[in-house]
């Protein structure tokens, strides 16, 4: 069974037969969680790095990195029994839009933000697939952690 995980949302699961995809991650960030010891995955797709604005953050934490990756772990620990230290956490999309006026430079500042957040946790992560001009799509099988990325070029 496939779980989608649209923008600003998040899951996680510990039912062997499901797949965790996010469709379409060019500037937003996906932050992919799997335990091995207990066989349990989690994904968000964050969209900005954060807000100033409370009420759209107590709205939407998984809308922005910094609110949304502590819930997630968080979760994961809560949910499954998983410790910190025993989480597998890579880094997906973050692109660029490869426009010379992109002045927002969202891409870069969503992937500070998840490195921030999670240095800040004492989390060790890797960078999945990171930059770049692509949008990916991502299916993560939930039992092995295995992460199958779908790269297509943004269209400039």
Excluded: W
């Amino acid at each position: 069974m496939i779980k989608v995980i649209g923008i600003g949302e998040m899951a996680t699961s510990m039912d062997e037969t499901v797949i965790l995809k996010t469709y379409a991650l060019s500037s937003c960030v996906a932050v992919v969680v799997h335990s091995s010891l207990k066989q349990a995955s989690g994904i968000i797709h964050v969209a900005l790095p954060t807000s100033t604005n409370k009420e759209n953050i107590d709205k939407r934490p998984c809308y922005y990195a910094k609110s949304g990756i502590p819930l997630l772990i968080e979760s994961m620990c809560a949910k499954y029994g998983c410790l910190k230290g025993e989480l597998q956490i890579s880094l997906y999309g973050g692109a660029n839009t490869g426009r010379q006026d992109d002045t927002f430079h969202i891409g870069q500042k969503n992937l500070k933000e998840a490195e921030k957040t999670l240095q800040k946790m004492q989390l060790h992560y890797q960078e999945g697939d990171v930059g770049g001009v692509l949008c990916r799509t991502l299916e993560m099988k939930v039992n092995t952690g295995m992460v199958t990325v779908f790269p297509l070029p943004l269209m400039l």
